[in-house]
């Protein structure tokens, strides 16, 4: 019984802090506007000269970008 006592005091000791602390009137920020990109750049990770051999006549690739 006197452990039941002691988590139950224990519960409340640390439950109680959070739930007053939750009743905050602020709103959540309201999410972004969606953006259509039609133009731009992009910096990445992969080395220009390497992104060069790729598209070149050499390797005769290409860079394709999608969604996501």
Do not use: C, M, N, Q
């Not at 006197?2 to 139950?8: E, P, S, Y």
């Not at 109680?16 to 009137?25: I, M």
């Not at 290409?62 to 996501?68: A, F, L, R």
């Amino acid at each position: 019984a006197a452990a039941v006592a002691t988590a139950a005091v224990l519960g409340a000791t640390f439950a109680l802090p959070a739930l007053a602390a939750d009743g905050s009137t602020e709103a959540a920020p309201a999410a972004a506007p969606k953006l259509d990109l039609v133009d731009g750049t992009l910096d990445w990770g992969i080395h220009a000269d390497f992104r060069k051999y790729v598209v070149g006549p050499i390797a005769h690739g290409k860079i394709t970008v999608t969604d996501g």
